[in-house]
């Protein structure tokens, strides 16, 4: 089962944006909303940042918010803080009732 | 709050099954419209879904594992399970498990459980 395609890694300085792309299939990604995003620390759970494309969980911050056009979703973190340096995960719903994980991405804040 | 607790060994042959549970608490196992998954993560690597067990008792699982893979609900003891047989080496990884809702995501997650497959 092939994987969703994310960069490997992103940076940004702190305040500023960085966007985080996971490109999928018209199987997967291009035909459900059922998009989410995680945050992993290391030796940490992931936990849910973004859930049906677009919405946020209750607390977590405004600052991260989700978008999808065609087969590639895409997570933006705005205001970079130190804290937000992690890996983060999306994931989608797959044809034949299957989910499937992206690659991951290493965000660095500089 | 629900709170998700993996349990098992950590430490399983080549060739022989990996067996895990994952103890629910804080709520029950059977409300609302869930899905109770496994996921798992080798060591310095990316998040790979196992399978899951909806709410309706059907179950549906990675492709690259499904021949190996068995996920049951107890809901008597809220809780559910994985068992992966045939292990190798590739099997090590942390298991985590999670609660899964098509529109929720995988909203809660276990701490983890280290498994590893070694003689």
């Known amino acids: 089962q092939s994987a969703l395609t994310q960069p490997a890694s992103v940076s940004g300085s702190p305040g500023k944006s960085i966007t985080i792309s996971c490109t999928g299939s018209?199987?997967?990604?291009?035909?459900?909303?059922?998009v989410s995003w995680y945050q992993q620390h290391p030796g940490k759970a992931p936990k849910l940042m973004i859930f049906?494309?677009?919405h946020r969980p209750s607390g977590v911050s405004y600052r991260f918010s989700g978008s999808k056009s065609g087969n590639t979703a895409s997570l933006t973190i705005s205001g970079l803080q130190a804290d937000d340096e992690a890996d983060y995960y999306c994931?989608?719903?797959?044809?034949?009732?299957?989910?499937?994980f992206g690659g991951g991405t290493s965000l660095t804040v500089l | 709050q629900l709170q998700l607790q993996e349990s098992g060994s950590g430490l399983v042959k080549p060739s022989q099954t990996l067996s895990l549970t994952c103890a629910v608490s804080g709520g029950s196992i059977s409300s609302g419209a869930y899905s109770w998954s496994w996921i798992r993560q080798p060591p310095g690597k990316g998040l790979e879904w196992i399978g899951y067990?909806?709410?309706?008792?059907?179950?549906s699982f990675n492709p690259s594992l499904k021949s190996r893979v068995t996920i049951s609900v107890d809901r008597s003891k809220n809780q559910f399970s994985l068992k992966l047989n045939s292990v190798t080496a590739a099997d090590s990884a942390v298991y985590y498990c999670a609660r899964f809702g098509p529109r929720d995501g995988f909203d809660v997650w276990g701490q983890g459980k280290m498994v590893t497959v070694s003689s």
């Open positions: 018209s199987s997967d990604v291009g035909s459900y909303n059922y």
């Open positions: 067990m909806s709410h309706s008792g059907t179950t």
């Open positions: 049906d494309v677009s």
């Open positions: 994931s989608s719903y797959r044809s034949s009732s299957t989910l499937v």
